[in-house]
């Protein structure tokens, strides 16, 4: 079977060219290892509109439940699959997975990005061992315990959020001493009175035989090194583009963001879209990448009628 489209990626960018997808009456595939997008992590998302608040989880949960009820017999849902690349093919395009490959005519890729790794000393090592990059999955077995979450960013503190639900005490270090978390995440998060930050802090190393026992930063501004003793740290340090399968057939920034025309959200490739996290779109967020991908979605349509 050659499909009209192959969506790729489970977040919100991937869920709307989904429901657009179906409302177009789009054969489509739509492939996606989980639903989990950057989100998942989050305590509680805010800014999603037309809801209030929602957590993470909740908000995955929600985007599946939307696909599932709109997909019906034209967009074919297969989870638990990765793709793998992505070539030129007779009909269009191939995309293989790790479980099979598939013909589609057009491609949208929203894959999204996976979470950047602390490269320092131990933290390889120790990684599952005291050191994780999940709050929301980790954040329970340390309870009581003092931990670091090294970061600047929203997930930086919401991550701080989760976490002094049921830790002693929270340490947020953070490099510099500005940060890109929201003005007001971070207000919430800071009248916890068993919550620091520690600015111009940057990690050297992490510390532990079996499991880990500290944190060492290099404090900046007065050169020197400090050792915190600690049982968990976790890391939440940015994301990398999710785009290796792609990379030989569209134009990527030095980042490996996908490079996309704003208008219409078409690659350097005709035939191939991207929209959410993936791209090189100066902001990125929920409502940014679902728009990404109703407009991409509207493009392909067009694209796809006028053969």
Not at 178 to 194: E, G, L, M, Q
């Amino acid at each position: 079977m050659i499909y009209d489209l192959a969506i790729i990626g489970g977040g919100p960018a991937g869920v709307a060219a989904g429901v657009y997808a179906a409302r177009k009456q789009l054969r489509t595939i739509f492939i996606t290892k989980d639903w989990n997008s950057q989100s998942t992590v989050s305590e509680g998302i805010e800014n999603w509109i037309g809801t209030v608040k929602i957590s993470g989880l909740e908000f995955a949960n929600s985007l599946k439940k939307h696909l599932e009820a709109y997909a019906g017999e034209f967009v074919h849902i297969h989870e638990g699959e990765s793709c793998i690349n992505v070539a030129k093919s007779d009909s269009g395009f191939n995309v293989k997975t790790d479980k099979d490959s598939y013909e589609a005519r057009t491609i949208l890729v929203a894959s999204g990005s996976h979470r950047r790794k602390l490269e320092i000393p131990g933290a390889d090592r120790l990684e599952h061992k005291g050191l994780t990059y999940c709050a929301s999955c980790d954040g329970p077995l340390y309870s009581g315990k003092d931990v670091v979450v090294v970061g600047g960013g929203n997930a930086a503190f919401d991550s701080a959020a989760q976490l002094l639900a049921y830790c002693k005490t929270v340490t947020l270090i953070n490099r510099s001493d500005k940060f890109r978390a929201d003005p007001a995440t971070i207000d919430a998060v800071s009248k916890n009175p068993h919550f620091k930050i520690i600015k111009n802090a940057v990690p050297k190393e992490v510390k532990g035989d079996k499991f880990v026992s500290s944190f060492v930063y290099t404090d900046t501004t007065s050169n020197t090194d400090v050792e915190l003793p600690v049982t968990g740290i976790f890391v939440e340090i940015g994301s990398i583009p999710t785009t290796s399968f792609v990379k030989d057939l569209v134009n990527i920034d030095e980042y490996g963001h996908i490079i996309t025309d704003p208008r219409d959200q078409r690659t350097s490739q005709s035939g191939i879209w991207a929209a959410g996290d993936c791209t090189d779109g100066l902001y990125h967020q929920n409502n940014i990448a679902a728009g990404d991908a109703v407009k991409a979605l509207e493009d392909i349509y067009l694209f796809l009628k006028a053969k």
